[in-house]
């Protein structure tokens, strides 16, 4: 047999194979772009059913979406619009550089692409299948792109006979995305598989255990310690949990390079390195570790699929993670604190249950006040153990226990105690209004029109008192007596403002009273007094633990105990 020159249909398969080996690449790559795309969500919907020719995925995201010009060079190998040259590769700020991608999937699936940018009236669509653009046409749609593929390896039939079955392929999906969601905080994230939700994650900007509780519950969130360390022009950042938090496998290990999620087994072993010692056999930590490095000292374009990285000085690179990792366990050893639940005021009724998720996802039966039953005996003896000790800084209350140093965040638990209130009083329907004595307009946009209009009840229920004031106003008269007399138009505004009726449909009232809760107006720096401290312990004491965060998934209180102390200055 003489070398011929494979046809080109053949070389674009071949190539594609390399990119898209599974299912998951598939997604793996169209929520790479999605992220380029920057967009504030991201929905992924899979459908299985692989090994039969059923299975789909789709992904929707609202990002910039594309140009109808670009269009022409969709499912083209080679195209992309986010490098240039090679020097691009120095400083890129994308997931995705090849142009390799799309072109992949489209040469051996069925794809319907439909985009629409902010500029444009009208979106357009394409399907590709087979390599082949086989529809185009104009359509109406949201801003932000779509994306559908089917037939997934109907075109490559030697890689469709390989593949796994659903569950280890939907299986792996949820860990990619779950390995992406860790690394974008600020995105809001959707998995929904064969219909049902898997997870939803929403924007947890600035707030990264906020994000780890919703993908791993807060148990495990409770037991991570920050990780903050830099050497030179390397950082090591993230969160790994405590030694006596472990699992069978370093699945729960993610890392990324830059944020970008990757694979890479030096800077896993670099952190089990650092757990030497602490944990059972095979047992591995949870750890989120993001490695930030200057481009030029690694490369991306390594590996087919782009989930690994390739470091020009890897032991200097994995010298600074474990050295990073190390000191952030000694510290968590010192003070691993066994924030509530595990600790000796935990209460009794309620040992087993997790800790409540943010706010965004809360439901009715998790925050309906239980009255009458008791968490915890609070007479005056038990009271008696806790001593008010004073303040560290202006945030933090401090009190003695007999075993126990209690850290307790004033604002966060503020904000839990009057959440329930809040939800007594709704919820009991005696919510007593405080009437002012000047009434004040609020200017209503449409938007806000809107979402007034979907929460008035609601509002009016908990003891707002609106009056209707011209057109585009509506006159504030009275505000609940539970609240403050400070600032209630801006908190009206703000909640009106901040609030979006998809998330008011999906939680029901209880995001509002979140949102109330945890506004900046109602947040009070001055110092309690020894009897108000008192009291503030008591009634953070009486909360049942899955109540002891703050609405939107912050902690309330750190504990440390006597044996903490003890291993602390080497007594034990
Ligand atoms: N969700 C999206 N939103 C906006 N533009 C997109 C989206 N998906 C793809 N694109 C556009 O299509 C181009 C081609 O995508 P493709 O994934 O094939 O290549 P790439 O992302 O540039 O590189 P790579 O092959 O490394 O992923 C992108 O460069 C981008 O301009
Ligand atoms: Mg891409």
Redesign the pocket.
Known sequence: MGIKRLSAETIKKIAAGE?IECPTDIVK??V???I??KPSRIFIDIRGGFQRLEGSIR?V?D????AGE?FNN?FERH????IVGLDDLLGLN??????????SIGAVCRVE?A?RIDRSEMGNRVVCDNGKKVEFEPCAMPE??I?NVKDIFKHLPARLKFLKTDRVELNKITHLITHIALFYNSLSFELVINGARSFYSPSSEGEPLVRIADLFGYEIADAMTEVIHRDGDVRVEGFISAPDITRGNSRNMYIAVNGRPVNDREIIYAILNAYKGLLPDRRYPTAVVNVIVPTDMYDVNVHPR?SEVRFRDVRRVTGIVYKGISRALSSAIKFRSAVLGASSISSPSSKSSTFRKSETALSREDLTLKSGESHIDVNGDSLREYKYVGYIGKKYVIYSGRDDLYIVDQHATAERLLFNQLVSVYESGSAKTQVLLIPKPIYLSPEREQTLSFIRADLERLGYDFDEFGDKFILLRGIPSLLPRHEEVLLLEDILDGLDIDRIKERGIYCVLAEISCHKSLRSDRRLSPEEADKFFNDLLVLPDDQRRCPHGRRLMMVISEEEMDRYFGRR
């Open positions: 990119v790559e169209l790479e772009n999605a380029d795309a992904v995201d990002g910039v979406g594309i670009d969709l195209s992309t619009s986010k994308t997931l995705g550089f090849r142009g390799e991608a799309l072109a692409l985009s932000g792109t994306v782009k």
